[in-house]
């Protein structure tokens, strides 16, 4: 037997408090630093602009952190203009505190060798869990997450769907600058990452805002 809650018995959504979102940010934060460290630390690529700074940091010899936050800057001025200011301002913090929380990480965590499947799969579960406490605290980790959040709230678009097509484009690019093998295996975290927000950050499905 199935039952269902009518609309005007669903429970109304309950609104973080403040300490509440600081607390589920900084949550956020660390689980994403310390995903993003793993695939650094095994030389692996994810999606997103954590994606795009992981592929940067192959060429280019600036700290992870700086190109994280500055290839995030173009998504700040769409994010401004398309969904507000308090939504674009949680953004700018969150992706400052993960570039900070990223430089810390690299200095107090000295792993010099990971396993790549371990890596793959263990630092795309942190980030992709990481994401989701971020959405659900009206905050984003700029660039890609922006865009997907955006979608998802305007044409219902799930935001993993947007996020996977994204993402693919990113790994894809790593051939240019990482051993095929390499490559396959960022894949496949990629689509753990994707596959965990698709699953878990769906509208309607999560009351609390």
């Known amino acids: 037997m199935t039952s269902t809650i009518d609309e005007a018995t669903r429970p109304a959504a309950i609104p973080h408090g403040r300490t509440e979102d600081v607390?589920?940010?900084?949550?956020?934060?660390?689980l994403i630093a310390l995903g993003m460290s793993l695939l650094r630390?095994?030389?692996?690529?994810?999606?997103g602009i954590a994606g795009v700074s992981l592929l940067l940091g192959h060429v280019?010899?600036?700290?992870?952190?700086?190109l994280f936050f500055a290839t995030n800057l173009p998504f700040f001025l769409l994010a401004a203009r398309k969904a507000g200011w308090s939504f674009t301002l949680r953004s700018v913090l969150t992706v400052a505190l993960v570039s900070a929380a990223t430089a810390v990480t690299a200095s107090l965590l000295q792993v010099t060798?990971?396993?790549?499947?371990?890596?793959?799969?263990?630092?795309?579960v942190l980030c992709g869990t990481g994401i989701?406490?971020?959405?659900?605290h009206r905050s984003s980790v700029g660039g890609?997450?922006?865009v997907a959040v955006m979608?998802?709230?305007?044409?219902?678009?799930?935001a993993g769907h947007v996020l996977m097509v994204l993402d693919t484009a990113v790994v894809l690019a790593a051939l240019l600058v990482a051993p095929p093998v390499?490559?396959?295996v960022s894949a496949g975290g990629a689509v753990l990452l994707s596959l965990i927000v698709t699953f878990n950050h769906r509208p309607g499905r999560y009351t609390g805002f």
């Open 23 to 30: 607390l589920g940010l900084l949550t956020g934060v660390v």
């Open 41 to 47: 630390t095994a030389g692996l690529v994810t999606g």
């Open 60 to 66: 280019v010899h600036v700290p992870l952190g700086v």
């Open 113 to 124: 060798d990971v396993d790549p499947l371990f890596a793959a799969v263990v630092g795309n």
């Open 132 to 136: 989701l406490v971020v959405f659900r």
């Open 144 to 146: 890609f997450s922006i």
């Open 151 to 158: 979608m998802q709230e305007r044409s219902g678009i799930r």
């Open 182 to 184: 390499q490559v396959l």
